[in-house]
């Protein structure tokens, strides 16, 4: 069951791999999640940037995942794109999963701090 689209974004940076969400990230669809954050980076790459700014929720099994995903990566290979005042920006504050991920406003902003592969 899906409650969130996914769609490849852009980056200045060809060797950063982009992903777009929208909707609700919930245990309904975190293996879902999953799956296409393996598909991206076994197909494509070295550094993986996800846009979450149009993402509305975020429950303890798609943070699950976003933990394994930073963990596997490490911080300089692995960013999240929230609205500063946003919900899940708060969420992603108590969790402090900006130890793990980092943690940007902008795509390219981001990007740019990814240091290259």
Do not use: C, W, Y
């Amino acid at each position: 069951m899906t409650s969130f689209q996914v769609e490849p974004g852009a980056a200045d940076d060809p060797e950063v791999v982009v992903l777009a969400f929208t909707g609700e990230l919930d245990l309904t669809n975190a293996s879902e999640l999953e799956e296409h954050l393996e598909r991206a980076l076994t197909a494509n790459g070295s550094r993986l940037v996800l846009d979450l700014r149009r993402v509305a929720f975020v429950d303890s099994a798609a943070l699950h995942v976003l933990f394994r995903t930073a963990r596997a990566l490490g911080k300089e290979r692995f960013g999240l794109v929230v609205e500063p005042q946003s919900a899940i920006a708060r969420v992603f504050e108590i969790v402090r999963i900006s130890q793990m991920a980092r943690i940007g406003d902008s795509i390219d902003d981001l990007s740019a701090v990814l240091p290259p592969a």
